[in-house]
């Protein structure tokens, strides 16, 4: 990683914290974002004339799989991967094995993460010991060792009585629950979305329903203990129908979606099989649109990868036995460009502000966007002519994604986290 003052020339900054949309130069030395006239007379310049400078995206919702899981992804590799999506921040799942049920495991990780360095790694605690739904994590325990909210990902605490207690917990102690939301009742095996298609392939169903009541369980968790709740990877228009209303209403509820919920349909799962397997599943056009129609109305705050890496031997598997989940950190903005802004549905700043700001809003960091002063954590970005997506080129050790060779715009060409270069595109 390189510490030498970097001067980024030429390109337009797009930062929705501070309004901007012009061509600006942007000076990177100890750090942080300086005021030009302190160039060096040996300042390294990156030419990004025609570019995108925009800040670094943050993402609330990855796994490194490490502990435990590192032949599917460790935190060096799941680094590389967010830098080269333009990523500078990631949340760390806790579903890992061991969980993240405690402070000794929130700090190996997080130290993991310093140690590499190349995002800020950021670390999400189990709200329940081993994800079992059984018995509360000492939060307070775990708040020492740094982790920045609360969840059981991977799974749902069913414990209505349980949940109130760690909603109230987590309100007193400043914490947010990013929470995970599988009615696991409902789901009763099921494998894709519930409709034409599951019935076409003979697998059992996931109805939105599974998905929706435990939104409407959430949301009036948070109308009665007043804590903060995130919910997580949202695909179902009914789900949405009841964010819309609770934020109507003021409650602090927050929301995220995945780029494949407002880009596919569960019809990809045809000729994708596996690749395009995640819960909650791919679902209809209507729940697509939904999705698309949430994002610009504001009842969708933020864009998530839920970034999943498996082996392609357990993708490999029959659709009934492979692993839910699939990679995205290397492909989030530029689907996001192309199945969003360029159609005309988001504005660029309104796209990096699901992708930016209101992550960062949300955890809390109190970034300033570009600023002079600011934190330099930045991306440039490559919006003017359309790649095709490669999962062979991926950082990741992870290749499941359905958007392999899939054209897209937004190739990312430069990222700086902390002033240092975390990735670079080579020229080839």
């Given at each position: 990683?390189?510490?030498?003052?970097?001067?980024?020339?030429?390109?337009?900054?797009?930062?929705?914290?501070?309004?901007?949309?012009?061509?600006?130069?942007?000076?990177?030395?100890?750090?942080?974002?300086?005021?030009?006239?302190?160039?060096?007379?040996?300042?390294?310049?990156?030419?990004?004339?025609?570019?995108?400078?925009?800040?670094?995206?943050?993402?609330?919702?990855?796994?490194?799989?490490?502990?435990?899981?590192?032949?599917?992804?460790?935190?060096?590799?799941?680094?590389?991967?967010?830098?080269?999506?333009?990523?500078?921040?990631?949340?760390?799942?806790?579903?890992?094995?061991?969980?993240?049920?405690?402070?000794?495991?929130?700090?190996?990780?997080?130290?993991?993460?310093?140690?590499?360095?190349?995002?800020?790694?950021?670390?999400?605690?189990?709200?329940?010991?081993?994800?079992?739904?059984?018995?509360?994590?000492?939060?307070?325990?775990?708040?020492?060792?740094?982790?920045?909210?609360?969840?059981?990902?991977?799974?749902?605490?069913?414990?209505?009585?349980?949940?109130?207690?760690?909603?109230?917990?987590?309100?007193e102690l400043g914490l947010f629950i990013t929470d995970h939301c599988e009615n696991h009742k409902t789901i009763a095996g099921g494998v894709i979305n519930e409709g034409e298609t599951s019935q076409k392939l003979g697998v059992c169903g996931i109805p939105n329903s599974c998905e929706a009541d435990i939104v409407a369980r959430d949301i009036e968790l948070?109308?009665?203990?007043?804590?903060?709740?995130?919910?997580?990877?949202?695909?179902?228009?009914?789900?949405?129908?009841?964010?819309?209303?609770?934020?109507?209403?003021?409650?602090?509820?927050?929301?995220?979606?995945?780029?494949?919920?407002?880009?596919?349909?569960?019809?990809?799962?045809?000729?994708?099989?596996?690749?395009?397997?995640?819960?909650?599943?791919?679902?209809?056009?209507?729940?697509?649109?939904?999705?698309?129609?949430?994002?610009?109305?504001?009842?969708?705050?933020?864009?998530?990868?839920?970034?999943?890496?498996?082996?392609?031997?357990?993708?490999?598997?029959?659709?009934?036995?492979?692993?839910?989940?699939?990679?995205?950190?290397?492909?989030?903005?530029?689907?996001?460009?192309?199945?969003?802004?360029?159609?005309?549905?988001?504005?660029?700043?309104?796209?990096?502000?699901?992708?930016?700001?209101?992550?960062?809003?949300?955890?809390?960091?109190?970034?300033?966007?570009?600023?002079?002063?600011?934190?330099?954590?930045?991306?440039?970005?490559?919006?003017?002519?359309?790649?095709?997506?490669?999962?062979?080129?991926?950082?990741?050790?992870?290749?499941?994604?359905?958007?392999?060779?899939?054209?897209?715009?937004?190739?990312?060409?430069?990222?700086?986290?902390?002033?240092?270069?975390?990735?670079?595109?080579?020229?080839?």
């Amino acid at each position: 990683m390189r510490t030498e003052q970097l001067l980024i020339a030429g390109g337009k900054v797009v930062d929705p914290c501070g309004n901007i949309c012009q061509e600006r130069d942007i000076l990177v030395a100890g750090g942080v974002i300086m005021p030009l006239d302190e160039k060096g007379s040996d300042c390294r310049v990156f030419d990004a004339t025609g570019m995108i400078v925009a800040p670094g995206l943050v993402d609330l919702h990855v796994h490194f799989r490490e502990p435990g899981g590192e032949h599917k992804e460790d935190i060096a590799t799941g680094s590389r991967a967010a830098a080269r999506g333009g990523f500078t921040t990631v949340c760390c799942m806790p579903n890992t094995s061991p969980t993240i049920d405690c402070r000794e495991f929130v700090e190996r990780v997080a130290g993991r993460g310093r140690e590499v360095g190349l995002v800020n790694l950021l670390v999400v605690g189990a709200l329940s010991k081993g994800l079992k739904g059984l018995e509360l994590t000492d939060f307070a325990q775990m708040l020492a060792g740094g982790v920045c909210a609360l969840s059981d990902d991977g799974k749902t605490l069913m414990d209505d009585a349980l949940m109130h207690e760690a909603a109230h917990q987590a309100k007193e102690l400043g914490l947010f629950i990013t929470d995970h939301c599988e009615n696991h009742k409902t789901i009763a095996g099921g494998v894709i979305n519930e409709g034409e298609t599951s019935q076409k392939l003979g697998v059992c169903g996931i109805p939105n329903s599974c998905e929706a009541d435990i939104v409407a369980r959430d949301i009036e968790l948070a109308r009665r203990t007043g804590c903060h709740i995130h919910l997580q990877h949202i695909s179902a228009k009914e789900s949405l129908e009841l964010i819309r209303e609770a934020k109507g209403q003021g409650l602090p509820i927050t929301a995220e979606t995945a780029p494949h919920y407002f880009t596919l349909t569960d019809r990809v799962i045809l000729t994708r099989g596996a690749n395009a397997k995640m819960n909650p599943p791919l679902r209809t056009e209507a729940d697509r649109k939904a999705v698309i129609a949430a994002l610009i109305d504001g009842t969708i705050d933020a864009i998530a990868t839920d970034h999943a890496p498996h082996s392609a031997e357990e993708k490999a598997q029959p659709l009934d036995r492979a692993p839910f989940g699939v990679v995205g950190l290397e492909t989030a903005f530029a689907v996001g460009y192309t199945q969003l802004v360029l159609p005309g549905h988001l504005t660029l700043p309104e796209l990096l502000r699901l992708m930016s700001a209101n992550p960062a809003r949300i955890l809390g960091l109190g970034r300033e966007g570009l600023a002079t002063g600011a934190p330099a954590n930045l991306v440039v970005f490559d919006v003017r002519e359309p790649y095709t997506v490669d999962s062979g080129q991926f950082a990741s050790k992870g290749r499941n994604t359905p958007f392999s060779g899939m054209k897209v715009h937004g190739r990312t060409m430069l990222t700086v986290c902390g002033g240092k270069v975390s990735f670079e595109e080579v020229s080839k």
